[in-house]
């Protein structure tokens, strides 16, 4: 069911894909720039769990991470976020969790999964969690039907296919070195990395890191099945705080139209 | 599937972004490589002796182990180094396999500075440039390495994210390297973080403990019944402990920086206080909250203020093989100045959590037992900030 709606999402366009930070600056805050997300166009939604040291972050999410720990956020606070967006708001799209391996070690993988099937997350991305190491919690999200998403790197060369053969739910791409945050130009050949995982598997590629305006977007979307954009839009979230949604909306239009074209 | 490397017991791992992993291979296969060379060796035998001034002395306190009336104390050395800590075994291990690997430039994390000085250092000497992220909170604590880092012509980031301490710098140096890693070795300065990273930094540690077995066997015709050693990740007590590991008449000896105590939040003894969690590459104990979220921890000792233990540690733990006690800041103190009163040697701040402990089981163990103390480091660095903590404000 889970691994079936991720692969809807991609299957009539190129997929605009935003990650928000829950509880940044707050957890209704979360829930009414999600909405407007939705409401205009956004394919699949990552929701981050913040986690106190996220090492693969740059500065902007690394300070929406701090913010939302400060005000109280909890693993547990943010699955009745995901609860109330599936059940109050109807919100149908696939909704995948990104956050850091301790986080769903410390509450226990089998108890973390069985809550993401329970409220209705689709999938997990742990960026500290490489393919040596995914064997750990693989069993679990196949129980619990959560599809443990591979990231596939610049760096990676010798590995895409390895990585590829196995992966799930969708392929996130990095699109340069370094940690998450905006960048002018990714200079990365992506066209021949999707190429040689478009070799093993089926499974769609979505770009991310670096990734801010409809341009990159558009050129992104005419490689891979879509594009992930996060500082950017915590950028727009820390700009406009509470009243955040209005803005967020309008960018993920201006982005998913970009992807589309 | 592909096996997880690097384990010990459940421990271990390699637990870093996609991004990172063919350079971790990279580097196990050059180490792997590098150390059955024979001519690695020799220039790594030949730095250790003549530019670093091992073998470092296994001194006997005689006036400490009167004093405290029970076992025969010894020193091992370390403070004695060029650059004033163990912290130069590993950096100039690290840093030759890494110019050999063709990397022209050194990223380091250090905590009080110790590590960032050795870094430093090895890169001047080798001809490599040199990046060390340090915590701003230590930048402050440390200032005098600050300065000394530059002097060597290294640059120094203070670290402002987190706690501003070694936490936050580790985290820092592994975002850096996931930025720049074709020219860039990250000389990691403990035996923490992810596969190979652990093994290595023991393995060029591990001199110490090869060094103590000559030493005492030279003059005492025997192995020690303990060896002691302050912990943090943990490098220069697997250095003191890894050569005696099989030997099991020897008590390995862990000490802890308890900070203002182990029921208090403001404490970095992760074996006391900590859980299984997995974090900076690695699976092992950490200090955190009930949701995983690492806590910011506390002590007085910049070198000792980390959240998590090394693999290795945390396996010797498990199998009851070492032994982990925590040492408070105020023990801590009271033991950097009876070493300095007592035999006239100023430990640094970190070891004195060991010099601390042993003041407390010397006196339980009979005039015929011996036990090593690792002097980690000269206290030079940490003057000011212990007479601030006795309330006296001294300008360096």
Redesign the interface.
Known sequence: MSKARIKEAFASSKAFIPFITCGFPDVETTIAVVEAAVANGADLIEIGIP???P??E??VI?GAN?VA?QGGI???KVFDCVRVLREEKGIKIPLVFMT????????GAEKFMSKCAEIGIDGIIL???????K??F?AVCDQYDVALIS?????????IA??AA?ADGFIYV?SS???TGTRSEITTDLGSIVAKIREVTDVPCAIGFGISNPEQAKKMAGIADGAIVGSAIIKIIDKYGKDSAGPVGEYVKSMKDAVMQ | MTQSKGRFGVHGGQYIPETLMNAVIELEEAYNHYKNDPEFNRELQELFNEYAGRPSRLYYAEKMTKDLGGAKIYLKREDLNHTGSHKINNVLGQALLAKKMGKTRLIAETGAGQHGVATATAAALLGMECVVFMGEEDTKRQALNVYRMRLLGSEVIPVKSGTATLKDAVSEAMREWTNRIDDTHYCLGSVMGPHPFPTIVRDFQSVISKEIKEQMLEKEGRLPDAVIACVGGGSNAIGTFYNFIEDKDVALIGCEAAGRGIDTFETAATINTGRLGIFHGMKSYFCQDEYGQIAPVYSISAGLDYPGIGPEHANLHDSGRAQYVAITDDEAVDAFEYLSRTEGIIPAIESAHAVAYARKYAPTLSKDKIIVITISGRGDKDCAAIARYRGEDITE
């Open positions: 986690f106190s040291d090492t693969a740059g500065p690394q701090l720990l909890t693993t547990d850091y391996a301790n986080v769903v070690y410390s509450y960026p500290d969690l490489p393919y040596e190491e064997g750990e693989d990231l596939i790197a610049p760096t990676s060369e010798s590995r390895m990585i196995d990095v070195l370094g940690v």
